[in-house]
């Protein structure tokens, strides 16, 4: 059977599967009383339909962006990392500690240490799992959710025991010192003369998210490592026997994902909080899974899945705030996006692929 084209593969699947997920939730939506067209004209203006709700909506897809592509990169090494929570927790603390601990004047000097703290941490936290993997044949799917577990568990007690300020009862650092505040996207609007709106969390980390797009691209398709993350995840034998080392395309591999994933604590920990608190990553960390899934693992993919799943959130607050339809229905409907673009892709790439197959001999005849 002759392939798709890659255009449809790489959007017109994606599309006919979000197409099918948001059907069947109207219909979900229906059956409990409720208008799904009025329902989805509310998420489209409470997320898209002002510059407070693109605020949020920007937010909430900066960090699925570097889960996303956090994701990604082990996938090209056919490695399913599903620790990006743990990864982003420890990230997090990196941010805490190169923020508190540091003296500093300017936020711009800041941001790029402690762009390096989050990935140095977030890589350290993928690396044990990386190591049992290449070395002891652990598997990486089960070392990765447990460190999860113990991620949070660690932070737990340090944020109880060691970094909470003295006569605090909230398991939370200090804030960060004014000079490492980094600039939100309507103070950087008010800059250059217009007007973004009501103040949202949205920050400078979106346009490092941009950027680390740009270098996955360029790392996976235009680098040697590249080349040997992505023979090795397509043939291990192949790779092997053309000379790449499997322990280290693994240890590589998780390394850089696990710095992306830490790197998310930029915009949650440093730019909205300002502080680091309990469950910051909020779910963040698996939300990746299926961003990167969506986007095909590839970069500008993952943006465009970061910025859709950023307008269900959003969207999905508003709905819950302005109608009786629960917040836990925006839950079903990312279940049935995951669903639809990732276990039952088959479904529609199979008849797509007839379609071209017919279409291709069209053409020949």
């Known amino acids: ?18 197409i099918l997920a948001f059907a069947i939730s109207g219909l979900v939506i229906l059956a409990i009383g409720e208008n799904p067209v ?18 949020f909506t920007l937010y909430y897809a900066t960090s699925f962006v570097f889960t996303g592509l956090a994701v990604a990169v082990a996938n090209h090494a056919a490695l ?20 508190l601990m540091l003296p500093w004047t300017h936020w711009a000097l800041a941001l790029p240490v402690a762009i390096l703290g989050a990935a140095l941490f977030g890589a350290a ?6 190591w049992l993997q290449a070395k002891r044949g652990s ?4 070392t990765t959710i447990m460190f999860n577990f113990i991620g949070a568990a660690l932070l737990n007690y340090l ?10 009862m909230d398991p939370a650092t200090a804030r960060f010192p004014a000079a490492t505040h980094l600039p939100t996207l309507n103070e950087m609007a008010a800059g250059i003369g217009m007007v973004w709106g009501k103040n949202t969390p949205a920050n400078i980390s979106f346009f490092v998210a941009l950027i680390a797009c740009v270098a996955v691209w360029a790392l996976i398709w235009h680098t040697r490592l590249g080349y040997q993350i992505r023979a090795f995840g397509k043939s291990q034998p ?27 604590a930029i915009n949650n920990v440093m730019g909205e909080s300002e502080r680091l608190v309990l469950n910051s990553v909020d779910g963040a960390g698996f939300i990746g899974i299926a961003v990167a899934l969506m986007g095909r693992n590839h970069p500008f993919g993952i943006l465009l899945a970061s910025l859709l799943f950023g307008f269900l959130y959003q969207g999905g607050g508003e709905l819950a705030l302005w109608t009786s339809i629960p917040r836990e229905l925006i839950t079903v409907i990312q279940a049935l996006v995951i669903l639809f673009t990732g276990a039952l892709d088959n479904m529609v790439r ?9 279409l291709n001999r069209r053409k020949r005849a």
């Open 1 to 18: 059977m002759e392939k798709m084209p890659k255009w449809a593969d790489l959007a017109l699947i994606p599309l006919l599967s979000l």
């Open 38 to 55: 009025e329902a989805l004209k509310i998420m489209i203006e409470g997320a898209l339909g002002s510059s407070y709700g693109w605020g």
């Open 80 to 99: 399913f990392n599903i620790g990006g929570e743990g990864q982003a927790t420890m990230g997090g603390l990196g941010v805490a500690l190169v923020c």
């Open 125 to 130: 936290w993928a690396a044990i799992p990386a």
């Open 139 to 142: 598997h990486i799917v089960i």
């Open 159 to 168: 944020l109880v025991n060691v970094l909470r300020p003295v006569g605090s």
């Open 238 to 264: 192949a790779a092997v026997y053309a000379g790449i080392s499997p322990v280290k395309i693994t240890l590589y591999a998780m390394l850089i994902s696990g710095g992306l994933a830490g790197m998310m």
């Open 350 to 358: 199979m008849p797509l692929e007839r379609v071209f197959l017919a």
